[in-house]
């Protein structure tokens, strides 16, 4: 036991006496405590002294790589360093950009977001006159955390293929009116009578049309007529709405609906002009206005019907309009035959105030005229009066806006006037309208009224050719819907081209005059005239036209269709000099022109039945971008087939 002691301390002596460990206190070596503890591990010393030297070896490489720099430095040119500095500058100036465009484009996410009235929870219900109190209540179902189930923001997303399948959601007009349960009641009625309102327009407009016609006839002797005086007040309602292509762009920029109450007046102003002309001027002049009037509510009319409504409504709507306008010639023919012109002008004078008061006080504006100016407010406002309480405001809302920032356009509207996607339905559009309305359809309808003699109109034959209108226009809704658009203007330019052919081989054999073979193929000629390109023409300018070009594009198109159309009734009084003939010729131009209008409708015009109005420009965009080819034929009426 001594032993083992004195070995310890033997050994303890002889660590204290190493010279590495001076530096070190005893009870650091050798702990003192209350039981015998082991001693505390003692440093390494070959591996401090390692490391203290390989750290003074770094320091004194760092020391020298300094020196070695401030040296290079010193000897490098002062160009050299300029060009590091603005490297160095540039590189700063890269990730500053990077991080702003980054957080721009989520600033125009979250803008874009915030821009939508009806995003998030934000689906209240804009105020309206017409609105009964218990439709401005907003019903949110909550959930037991008294949490709202609209808070989630995927509701108003819209998937990538919603523009061609709105049909569901978007644009149910009027027709959801009638499916609440408790049945119409007077204020939901009230906007159904309202919308009637602005589309009898158009009833005015061929009331006045044929109004202003048989009063020249009822007040000079007819049998001292020419074929140029007989042609006068119909060259003077083409000359106006010719003019009305000058101020029609200011008009499609201004409104849809107040620009219709504008048409109004002037139907009224040539009615009560026509109740007391007796000079010359007013005759002219009340012609005139009518001219005008109708140059401004054709397209107007088309156009508010096309965004207000879904494409298959529309189709529907466009033939509705021109059954509406046949009638009022028809009506107008018949007082006027029966009673006196004072008595049918009384009657579009009734006729006339309440569509004057629908389209200035009570009838909303296009949605879609108004989110393109950035009215999000009032285009709410438009879509609640449309709807009503049962529909979809946010869905509709975003799906517009969707549409429309797809449009060509959207960036810029001078940037892509040259844009192919932009011309080439614009061009289409006006090819068609020049070549279809050269097909004679005004002097067919001089020649038939006036029983080939171009000298005297008979006011039967006059109502037989407005019951031919209405007969085509009710001849278009039970076809269309079925065959679509496309189709129906085929089968219409098919049929006048047949037609015009057999009119053309027949006076060749036969003389002109009344026989019942050249009456009856005249009158199918007309038929099939007025059942496809007569009503069909506004539609398919309208549907042709991009929309944020709209303002030059429908005036363009509508300036051809006057202008042809007059050019044709001014050069009837020609051919009426030369009545053998005169028949020949313009059946062998209606057979071309029908015919080249087939092969260009046939080959270029898409069918697409079950998009929105903007599919057209849609498909024409495709085209240029390489994923369609421009020869295109429907046959199913969902889908374009290329053949």
Known sequence: MYAKNAGRSSSRRDLLDNDYYQGFDRQDLFPRSSYRSRPKELPIVSQNIRQAKMRSERSSERRSERREDKERRRRDPPERRKEERDRSDKSERRRKR???????KEDVIIEKHMDNPFHENFNKVIENPFLKAKEVKAEIVSSEDNESIFNSTNQWEVG?????????????????IYDSEEGCDPFLKMRVVVLSCVFLIQFVSGFSRVLVILNQMKNTDEISLKPSQLCLPLHMELLGGLSSTLILPMFLFWSRIKSLSIACLMYLACTLLAMFSSASWMFRLSEFLSGLGAGLSLPLIHLYSAEVFTGQRRFKLALVIYLLEATGELLSTFLVTMFSVQAACLLCVAVCLPCLACTSCFAPESPRFLLVKNEKTLCVDSLQWLRGHMSDLGTEFTQLADCLEKSTGAKGVVMTVMNKAVLAPVALCVIIVIIASSSGLFSFSLLFVTNFSGKTISDNLLMVESALKIGGALTGLLLGPRIGLKMLLLLGFASSSAICLFVAILSHLTTTGSSWAGLVSLSLFLLSQHSSFGP?????????????HILWAVT????SFWAFSLVQVMVFPLLMHHPDIALSILSWAGALSTALSYVITLWLVPDLRKCSLGGMEQHFKQVFSGDKKLK????SGDESSVL
């Not at 295109?632 to 046959?635: A, K, N, R, S, V």
Request: hydrophobic residues 45%.
């Open 98 to 104: 990077r991080g702003g465009e980054r957080l721009k």
């Open 160 to 176: 990538g293929d919603s523009f061609g399948q709105a049909e569901g959601t978007v644009n149910t007009a009027i027709v959801d």
């Open 536 to 548: 069909l023409k506004w539609l398919l300018i309208v549907e042709l036209s991009p929309v944020f």
């Open 556 to 559: 363009l198109a509508s300036a």
């Open 632 to 635: 295109t034929f429907q046959t």
